[in-house]
């Protein structure tokens, strides 16, 4: 049995993450929870920090990997945000 996309649309989040820049110090990056199961969001975290864990992010890796972050987060049926620490629409 298969769901069809528009389907999928409709399902609620379960989760809000923030993924804050910390700065060029490790450890870069910081996942914090806005709302959602505690549990959810701890194994997200874990997943986020994992592909993010050397990157500044005027890495090229970052790019890519920030992408698997995001494709991560709809699955998961989580609002993902980023703070890079800078207005990415001006760059």
Do not use: C
Request: aromatic share 8%.
């Amino acid at each position: 049995m298969s769901i069809n996309p528009e389907a999928l649309q409709e399902i609620p989040p379960v989760g809000h993450v923030k993924v804050v820049y910390l700065g060029p110090v490790a450890p870069h990056w910081d996942v914090v929870r806005i709302f959602g199961d505690n549990h959810t969001i701890r194994e997200f975290g874990e997943r986020v920090e994992a592909r993010l864990q050397l990157l500044p992010p005027h890495d090229p890796q970052f790019r890519r990997n920030r992408e698997r972050v995001t494709r991560d987060a709809e699955r998961e049926h989580l609002i993902l945000e980023w703070d890079l620490g800078y207005d990415e629409t001006e760059v």
